[in-house]
């Protein structure tokens, strides 16, 4: 556990005191309580439809490629490792996907 000293406006310590006292547990109880559900609040797992994350594959991927010159993401694609599709896969599926697929004049 570690340790954190809180300086609060004196209101605010009295409110806080107050409503520990209603929910019957220690001031330090309350607080931590409510930073958690804060906390838990803030990283809500959220479904995302097919088009959004593939939006947000395409995103994250053009980030990254504009960080790279021209002649680097050309000489990773070339050195990248041919490998045959696994059986059982569907056959006319491509990757990248045509909505992930950068065309460079």
Same mark, same amino acid.
């Given at each position: 556990?570690?340790?954190?000293?809180?300086?609060? @406006?004196?209101?605010? *310590?009295?409110?806080?005191?107050?409503?520990?006292?209603?929910?019957?547990?220690?001031? *330090?109880?309350?607080?931590?309580?409510? =930073?958690?559900?804060?906390?838990?609040?803030?990283?809500?797992?959220?479904?995302?439809?097919?088009?959004?994350?593939?939006? %947000?594959?395409?995103?994250? =991927? =053009?980030?990254?490629?504009? %960080?790279?010159?021209?002649?680097?993401?050309? &000489?990773?694609?070339?050195?990248?490792? &041919?490998?045959?599709?696994? &059986?059982?896969?569907?056959?006319?599926?491509?990757?990248?996907?045509?909505?992930?697929?950068?065309?460079? @004049?």
């Amino acid at each position: 556990m570690s340790r954190l000293t809180l300086r609060l @406006p004196e209101t605010l *310590h009295q409110k806080l005191e107050r409503l520990a006292r209603r929910e019957s547990v220690s001031l *330090h109880q309350y607080i931590l309580d409510a =930073l958690k559900r804060q906390a838990a609040s803030a990283y809500k797992v959220q479904p995302v439809s097919d088009e959004e994350a593939t939006r %947000q594959q395409a995103t994250a =991927l =053009l980030q990254r490629l504009g %960080q790279r010159t021209f002649r680097e993401i050309e &000489k990773a694609l070339a050195e990248q490792e &041919k490998v045959k599709p696994e &059986k059982g896969l569907k056959k006319g599926l491509t990757w990248p996907p045509p909505a992930l697929i950068i065309r460079v @004049p």
